[in-house]
């Protein structure tokens, strides 16, 4: 499978699911293409308790360093403790697969410099 294709990133979301992380929201493979038409990989995460746009994604191309993005948003989040609690179990759980994520590509190799 070429490096970050689709067909990897949801062969590794799928390891990851089976790990047993809680994982509240959802996770799913976004089509991303580079300048130069290749797939850079892009995983999209739906929090169960926060509507902010988020994703993980290589820090550059070839990189294997990977990164979680969260958009702006044009409303505030106010969450109770126990609204907060489960948001930083789900961010625990989006950490794990970013470091994840950084592991599968380390062992994978991949094409090009980066950080390893």
Request: proline share 8%; with cysteine.
């Amino acid at each position: 499978m070429p490096f970050r294709s689709r067909e990897t990133l949801e062969v590794w979301l799928d390891e990851f699911r089976t790990l047993g992380y809680p994982v509240s929201g959802a996770l799913k493979v976004m089509p991303q293409d580079s300048e130069d038409g290749e797939n850079t990989g892009l995983v999209g995460v739906q929090l169960a308790n926060a509507s902010t746009v988020t994703y993980v994604q290589p820090e550059a191309p070839y990189s294997r360093r990977w990164v979680v993005t969260m958009e702006p948003r044009e409303e505030a989040v106010v969450l109770d403790s126990a609204g907060l609690m489960k948001l930083s179990a789900e961010l625990s759980v989006l950490s794990a697969l970013c470091a994840f994520l950084e592991s599968k590509s380390a062992a994978y190799g991949g094409p090009g410099p980066g950080p390893a």
